[in-house]
């Protein structure tokens, strides 16, 4: 039941925005260049479906190949962080670094250091910096989160720490890592995205494409089928982490 | 009241006529009110006046007033700073290559604005494939390293900064291999002409003025504000780029300056719808406005 | 000499600067006793058992432990996992390696503490004191040589209790183990202990021997002479305090 | 001690770095458009201070502004989804539509929805946009993971909403909140920067039209300075909301 | 029917659909009376008073409370706020508007409670016991007319529980409140209340009314016939259960 509730409404809410839309746009005479109405978008996207389709298939490989990095690279890091003060004092600033440094500053370095003939590693790389920096911000407050009772119960089974990792920092932190895996799986998406638009090559042509070159020809409504695209594949990572979050925490509390 | 002028980068000397009006004062004679507001890379100039959010701003090539009429945008093309398209690609001292049918199958560095535009013609007049395409993010580095690249540019900037780097680039310039295109236009949205017929006038004819100015006269009145506007930008750089300007013909001769021709727009227009670059069916005569200033558009 | 399994010697311990829990405390624990340990409620008995299992460590002194496998420890709360049903979180000194009882076993225990049907539950699901006795029956099947309870039993009704009292001491007349629990039951203490020790101001005030005629049936032994003066002794070291 | 050694040793680890690097700049002779030494980054630091200062002073006010709406709106978001699972079903999805969609393809509206004059304004909402939704997530995650005896408590004295909130629900999701600071805390720089490359007219001077041009006219010990800027700037915030982490959580455990 | 403060009529309730817990209790509960609730651990006892409290809605049945504040109600666990300080743990109820006491009243709890010095702490840097005082001053502090205590002293040594319940004993003189509490120890069942309930197979088994002579001291209660005949009482019903 709730589940079910739970994926009407967002339907609905959807549903009746696009509506909105629509009649808002032919109403006030909204330009659709501006803002096409969802009628045309919808067209748009399914006179071009194959293109679509391809370009989507792109995106996404490149989207989950930088989310699984990403979120291993996380994980991996905070444990490291979780087991040596030392080693977080002197490495997170780097961490830090890297999430502010713009992308489009790097993508070059990126380019260059994968080598041009390797646009999807750039991309991956590029994609994975934008998304794994709040894995392993949360993955850090998750471990620090651990109960002291069941810490000093692992210390006296003399649990190694790959034990009290899978059985005890792990469950522990999980709450923490599913906020966050919503975060960077929208992020990894955007990240992809954004390499393509900075380092993409013409071979695979990702969405980013499809919106950058329908909006330098003031295809309005082709770029809006793009970022529509864009949206569903977004909400479709959000809510499978979404639903992941309902299953693992559901006999928490 | 004053007239926002929105151009397509920060201020260079691509941008030098406008500036000089500014800084001698034509703008001013001709009792306009003008600001130049410089753009950058995701300025999206068609788009902000598409929606009237800009009046009048600089189209970058010829593309951009062709996709927004076709996107049913009423726009006005007024003016074209430069007769030939500054657009080039540079290749590397001691590549073999001299010219562009030799450029099949190497990487290309093009930045997303060029693919939109240049790219599909480039493809059917020289045979390239989307494979070759790396992007151009602004910066030179991947290309400098890599050998038997090739960077697309600006014939007036991207060389100098090559040169910077210790390179003098092998330069090709896209209209001596006879691309058909103007650059540095001026265009206008329609309703805001209607209305200000007079005031666009006057700065078509202040900016001419400052073109010729600029080119043939003493460039250091504008160069003063681009180098106030654009920290970045240098004495040398801008000198290096007037010369090229000038040595080109890029801006065409001194008294035609500003001008455009019906027939170069339909040609512009046959060749580049017929390679799918553009949508069919459109009337480029509508773009352009006759007798705005007597002569500037000719036969 | 040899029997001894714990020495704690002049061991001081405090939190912060200003409270000093512990003050040079030392006591001799044999081997194969079952001590009660009493004191006022903060007075530092948890903390003891945290120093003796090496939870914590002493400020001064030192504490010595003769013994090949971790001690088993209930801890006051139950500090069970709360993403592991009932039975994962009893097995888990067996997942862990600290233990290696058999899953007979491990039903077994599960049996002995009343939690039948309850294996696949989780904690949240548990009243108090079925909590403390997963709790509880995660400890035993660690069969550790050394058993510190904090007070296991307080959550239990008083049937329980005493069930579950005479499965310690059936337990330990088997395995032979060393076992401190604290309880605020003088009663408990004086049914179950070897001996009654009492913690005051930081340091162990008494340790009183308690006699027992473990031949009797339980209920004869909890209304016997014995008992009735193990317990009024006990009362009366605690009034001491 | 602890925060001295906290201190120390980020410091002696990025200093490392900076002499690791000024020392195989010069021995593997790298190209300074490639990669720049360090000691030349800070000669253009120093020659152009004055031009660094105010990109750097422009770049920060929009960054906080960013920031300080982000934390608003996403607590209030969050709060709101927790009210209502109704409310939450219905608007959760338009939350992650406006994650995923790239910032160039907005951009133009947000700028012209403001008015193409208010060019600050764009980028405030363009570098909200970036850092909101970490908030958002987290703070959900944070208020999901009250205690429900606690919980109970608060039901049985008859607490109001906000009593709920600033007694219990606040201080329960802060832990979740702090990490998701540090998050957006450098999403929102970031995200500035990015605005400034997409809507910021060349007029406006923050740090990416520094990074940018420098970039484009191959002055690059004049780029990384402004990335060395950002890299401080994006370390400032997410120290301070380290420290902030230290004093909060210091009682918990 | 008056005086009667909380009526129970035909109480049924389950978490779950296999287990039920309670199946048709009835009971009434008169003002000003202090209940003591006993009964096998997991029969019930804490579900019960979460009913009355209106935390858990009945399956079937209802619960009716003539009173205009909400009870106190101290829980199995201390349920405190972990980032807030004992004396702010203490003032919650006051802070939320529930009670009204005054800064002199709330540290004479905290007196009464022995937690003097201990203000300014941080529950994790409390004992066991000092947790669960801290947990009773804060629902003494609310001077409620109905008081559900879930086992509040069973973490506590018994001279402090013996003090506890004389405290409990003279508030309740004096403010009339009515009490239900959960614990398993007879002999505190026997000394405090009015009437000992035991509850059973999610039904009140048996309540016992219990005698007292009140103007008898304390310790001299405790040693007295009617105390000894009120344990027995008492646990002759438990092992009926
Ligand atoms: N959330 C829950 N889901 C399912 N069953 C539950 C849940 N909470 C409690 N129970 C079950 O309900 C029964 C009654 O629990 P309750 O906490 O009321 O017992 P109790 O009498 O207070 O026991 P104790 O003396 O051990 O505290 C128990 O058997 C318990 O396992
Ligand atoms: N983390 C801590 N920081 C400071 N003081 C602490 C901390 N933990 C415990 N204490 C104090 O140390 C003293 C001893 O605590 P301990 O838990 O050992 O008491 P206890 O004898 O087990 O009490 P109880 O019977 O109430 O469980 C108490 O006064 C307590 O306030
Ligand atoms: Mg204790
Ligand atoms: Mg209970």
Known sequence: MIMRKALALPLVSILSLIILWELSVDYFDVPKFLLPAPSLILCALIDNQELFLQSTINTLTITISALLAALFSGIFLALCFSLSRTFEAAFYPLAVILQVTPIVAVAPLVLIWVGIDNVNRALIIIAWLAAFFPILSNMSAGLKSVDRTLNDLFKLYGASNWQRFHLL??????PYLLASLKVSGGLALIGTVVAEFVAGSGGAQGLAWRILEAGNRLQTEKMFAGLLLLAIIGMIIFYAFSLLEYRLLKYRR | DGITFATDWKAQAEHGGFYQALANGYYQAEGLKVTIRPGGPGSDNPRLLAAGALDIAIASNSFQPINMLSAGVDVKVVMASFQKDPQILMLHPDDPADSFDQLQGRPIFISDAAIAAFWPWMKSKFGYKDQQIRKYTYSLAPWLVNKGTVQEGYVSSEPFSARQAGITPKVLLFADAGYPGYSGMVMVNNSYLKDNRQTVTAFVRASIKGWIDYLYGDPAPANKLILHDNPEMTPELLSFAINEIRSRGIAGDKETLG????????????????????????????????????????D | MTNQSITLKDLSFAYDDIHPILTGLSWDIQKGHIYSLLGKSGCGKSTLLRLIAGLETPDKGSVDIQ?????????????????????????????????????????????????????????????????MRVSIARALTQKAEILLLDEPFAALDEPLRFELNDLL?????????????????????AYLADAAVVLNMGKLQSILPLDHNRSLPSSKQRSSHQFADNAARIFRALEEA
Chains 1, 4 share one sequence.
């Open chain 3, 169 to 189: 001491l059936s337990l330990q007349d088997r395995l032979k183990m060393t076992v401190i629990f604290v309880t605020h039951s003088v009663y408990e203490a």
């Open chain 3, 67 to 131: 013994t090949n496998t971790p001690p088993a420890f209930v801890f006051q709360e139950p500090a069970l996992l709360p993403w592991a049903s009932v039975y994962h979180n009893i097995k888990l000194p067996v997942s862990l390696g600290a233990a290696s009882a058999s899953t007979a076993e491990i039903e077994s225990y599960i049996s002995l503490l009343g939690l039948d049907g309850l294996e696949d539950r989780y904690p949240a699901q548990l009243s108090g004191g079925q909590k």
């Open chain 1, 169 to 174: 920092l792990w469950p522990t932190a999980m």
């Open chain 2, 259 to 298: 001008s455009m021709s019906v027939t170069r727009w339909e040609t512009f227009y046959k060749e580049m719808s017929n390679l799918g670059a553009v949508e069919k069916g459109v009337n480029v005569n509508n773009l352009l406005v006759p007798d705005l200033v007597p002569g500037l558009i000719h």
